[in-house]
């Protein structure tokens, strides 16, 4: 069984900053892409910023310049750094792993239970 657990939200006040954390645990085959994505009140699930296994990032344009993945292979860990966090980062955020559990068959999309960010102004 593989699960993703996410770790680090909370309430920060504007211009903050928080770190959040997603490890994957279980048997697979490989981990692809990782990345996280919110979900805000009333609204739908948005892309937020993904990494590969070589490192390479995208990122939301609405984050740009303020939050950075990372991850760490070694660890199974994917990362977010986010910094001049804004009220409208409100949301929660969920972690997402593209993950091949066996090599006979194709990756699926994992996600985490989510983890609430409150920005207050």
């Known amino acids: 069984q593989v699960q993703l657990v996410e770790s680090g939200g909370g309430l920060v006040p504007a211009g903050g900053s928080l770190r959040l954390s997603c490890a994957v645990s279980g048997s697979f085959f490989s981990l692809n892409a990782m990345g996280w994505y919110r979900q805000a009140p009333g609204k739908q699930r948005e892309f937020v910023a993904s990494?590969?296994?070589?490192?390479?990032?995208n990122y939301a344009n609405s984050v740009k310049g303020r939050f950075t993945i990372s991850r760490d292979n070694a660890k199974n860990t994917v990362y977010l750094q986010m910094n001049s966090l804004k009220p409208e980062d409100t949301a929660v955020y969920y972690c997402n792993a593209n993950i091949k559990r066996r090599i006979s068959v194709p990756a699926s999309d994992y996600w985490g239970q989510g983890t609430q960010v409150t920005v207050s102004s």
């Open positions: 990494v590969t296994p070589a490192a390479t990032t």
